[in-house]
Nanobody, 124 residues
Framework: QVQLAESGGGLVQAGGSLRLSCAVS????????MGWFRQAPGKEREFAAA????????YYADSVKGRFTISRDNAKNTVYLQMNSLKPEDTAVYYC?????????????????WGQGTQVTVAS
């Protein structure tokens, strides 16, 4: 069965950095796009970043563009989100997701499997 497990969240001061990891099991990882979404308390889940099946193409929400970098290591069945220049508004639970196809953008319904999330808190 496909399972995703996020790690790397924590508390960081504004301007700092964190690196999130998502380990995938139970599926041929390299065939599918991967994405990161986030959800703050009382708000809807929103798209942050996506990477295609090969890692050759990436797509970012305007709110994180230039600060976050998504990447993948297919040999390790792992996707990463490097977060730099963090802001208090980045505070949220971050979710890793696997897409239904080899390509995916920012719609949640493009993704078939989801992790449980990891908390990121950015202090001002």
């Amino acid at each position: 069965q496909v399972q995703l497990a996020e790690s790397g969240g924590g508390l960081v001061q504004a301007g700092g950095s964190l690196r999130l990891s998502c380990a995938v099991s139970g599926r041929t990882f390299s065939m599918y796009a991967m994405g990161w979404f986030r959800q703050a308390p009382g708000k809807e889940r929103e798209f942050a970043a996506a990477v295609d099946w090969s890692g050759g193409s990436t797509y970012y929400a305007d709110s994180v563009k230039g600060r976050f970098t998504i990447s993948r290591d297919n040999a390790k069945n792992t996707v990463y989100l490097q977060m730099n220049s963090l802001k208090p508004e980045d505070t949220a639970v971050y979710y890793c997701a696997e897409a239904r196809l080899a390509y995916g953008l920012g719609r949640a319904d493009e993704y078939a499997f989801w992790g449980q999330g990891t908390q990121v808190t950015v202090a001002s």
